[in-house]
């Protein structure tokens, strides 16, 4: 089992509508966990960060935390087409940062 | 954006050759990460650095190795470079241990032929 899984994807979704795109971990001592966003042949930029359980809202991105269960998620509200790119879910794992293989993200005008 | 820094940002090497990578940090960062990006894999990490001289190992280090003999410079080698190792990486910097967000370089594109 990998530390970090996503749902590969493709995700398309149609412009203005919410995309979900969740992350699971296998290490229960994880603290804080990222969200990056990554156009084709581009780094990875930071959208969130969230170190508690519950909802963390920032503009038209909301993480979701859920230690219990182990699964983090990131809903895009109001989903443009400039928002397609892969999203990557990192967790931080004793120091280190451990990222999913990606979910690549599609909107439709 | 943060001062980090890949050089090369490509190169294509033959199999068998070394081959060093190198990540230059301006912020004073003591985390300093390295990974690869294969399509179907994310970023996996191969090694990673809490501090000068201070090193450890990630999921993918086999055929690698790396150093820092000062805070700005984290350096990655191939030892023997072979087309397993075709790959994009990416070096990342961060301020405090997981609890802050990692920036990332430019990536550098390396070709094993």
């Not at chain 1, 966003?37 to 969230?50: A, D, T, V």
């Not at chain 2, 609890?99 to 594109?109: C, I, Y």
């Amino acid at each position: 089992q990998k530390e970090v899984e996503q749902n590969s994807g493709p995700l398309s979704v149609p412009e203005g509508a919410i995309a979900s795109l969740n992350c699971t971990y296998s290490d229960r001592g994880s603290q804080s966990f990222f969200w990056y966003r990554q156009y084709s042949g581009k780094s990875p930029e930071l959208i969130m960060f969230i170190y508690s359980n519950g909802d963390k809202e920032d503009g038209r991105f909301t993480a979701q935390l859920n230690k219990a269960s182990q699964y983090v998620s990131l809903l895009i509200r109001d989903s443009q087409p400039s928002d397609s790119a892969t999203y990557l879910c990192a967790v931080n794992q004793g120091g280190k940062l451990i990222f999913g293989q990606g979910t690549e993200l599609s909107v439709k005008p | 954006d943060a001062g980090i820094t890949q050089s090369p940002r490509h190169k294509v090497t033959e199999t068998g050759t070394p081959v060093t990578l190198r990540c230059h940090q301006t912020e004073n960062h003591r985390y300093m990460y390295w990974y690869r990006q294969d399509p179907g894999h994310g970023l996996r990490l191969i090694h990673y650095s809490y501090g000068v001289k201070d090193t450890d190992k990630g999921e993918v280090s086999d055929g690698y190795s790396v150093s820092r003999s000062k805070t700005e410079d984290f350096l990655l080698t191939l030892e023997s470079a072979t087309s397993s190792q075709t790959s994009v990486y990416f070096c990342a910097i961060s301020e405090r241990q997981g609890t802050t967000e990692a920036f990332f370089g430019q990536g550098t594109r390396l070709t094993v032929v």
